[in-house]
């Protein structure tokens, strides 16, 4: 089966700027999650929807954050304006189910890595 | 809330010899378990999980880890390493199905493999 896919691989944007990821799930996952990982550190999550609706996104940054995921398949992560913190790897990742990470495991995109000079 | 540290931020091994990446996990009750791997530039690719049962359990690449509920650690091993087991190891934990998926990641251990 096709992976997580995730576009663009690499941007680098000045503090201020706007910016937008986008991520197409495995066929079929009805639950999908953009994470932040910061070098040295583990991924966290930003946002969790199931189809189109959102499931948790309280650790998302919402004066500059938002994401949407409008006909349930596909996503689009946006930073609006950018700060020099916001530098790191946006991955999306989807599962087939929402409510057991055990029986439904995530499968994580290529990530991208975003520099903010 | 669910934590999970990683103690050692890397270690270097030679190849062939046995490796061990230590988890430990702050939680109530037996979470879900899980290591994941990053190599560079890649996504992060299960290699195994655990919630009950048996608590030494088998995963992908010949990885296995052991879950010590009285240490409240679940470490990854491996007996003998390969070069290309050179990658970033994570430790997750989920609280459940109540919770549905949230994942809470330790931050991380880098693997470096002599020759």
């Known amino acids: 089966e096709a992976g997580v896919a995730q576009s663009p691989r690499y941007k680098i944007i000045e503090k201020r700027q706007s910016v937008a990821f986008w991520c197409n799930p495995i066929?079929?996952?009805?639950?999908l999650y953009w994470y932040q990982q910061i070098l040295g550190q583990g991924p966290k999550l930003l946002i969790q929807?199931?189809?189109?609706?959102?499931?948790?996104d309280s650790q998302l940054p919402k004066d500059r954050f938002s994401a949407e995921r409008l006909k349930g398949v596909d996503s689009t992560l946006k930073i609006q304006p950018a700060k020099l913190e916001d530098s790191a790897v946006y991955l999306c990742?989807?599962?087939?189910?929402?409510?057991?990470?055990?029986?439904?495991?995530?499968?994580f995109g290529n990530g991208t890595r975003l520099t903010v000079t | 809330a669910q934590s999970v540290t990683q103690p050692d931020i890397h270690i270097t091994v030679s190849e062939g010899a046995s490796l061990e990446l230590r988890c430990n996990y702050s939680?109530?009750?037996?979470?879900?378990l899980f290591w994941y791997v990053q190599s560079p530039g890649q996504g992060l690719q299960l290699l195994l999980k655990?919630?009950?049962?048996?608590?030494l359990v088998q995963g992908i690449k010949g990885f296995e880890a052991e879950f010590k509920r009285s240490q409240s650690s679940f470490n990854l091993r491996k007996p003998s390493v390969h070069w290309s087991d050179a990658a970033e190891y994570f430790c997750?934990?989920?609280?459940?199905?109540?919770?549905?998926?949230?994942?809470?990641f330790g931050g991380g251990t880098r693997v470096l493999v002599k020759p």
């Open positions: 990742a989807s599962s087939l189910e929402w409510d057991s990470v055990y029986n439904s495991p995530l499968h």
């Open positions: 066929s079929g996952h009805a639950t």
């Open positions: 929807f199931q189809n189109n609706g959102v499931v948790d």
């Open positions: 939680y109530g009750a037996t979470p879900y």
């Open positions: 655990y919630f009950s049962g048996d608590t």
């Open positions: 997750a934990v989920a609280p459940g199905k109540a919770a549905g998926n949230k994942l809470t």
